[in-house]
């Protein structure tokens, strides 16, 4: 890496290492035991919604090369 360059995970890097943190966590009384629980369950709906942004964004760039392509052939 280059000075003045700073690492940059994407989003699945990121909610990897955060569920691999929190799947090595051991809470000690309830209270933690519940947040615990929350934040793994977070992390998981931020996957779906990332999974979801992906394939819209997906169908999204499929849609907009086809009306470049259209706008070509005119």
Do not use: C, W, Y
């Amino acid at each position: 890496m280059l000075l003045g360059e700073s690492f940059k995970p994407d989003h699945r890097a990121s909610l990897q290492a955060l569920e691999e943190i929190l799947s090595q966590m051991n809470p000690r009384n309830s209270k933690d035991r519940s947040r615990h629980q929350l934040a793994l369950e977070q992390v998981g709906n931020l996957k779906r919604q990332f999974r979801k942004l992906q394939e819209e964004n997906t169908e999204l760039q499929e849609q907009l090369n086809v009306i470049e392509e259209t706008t070509k052939e005119k």
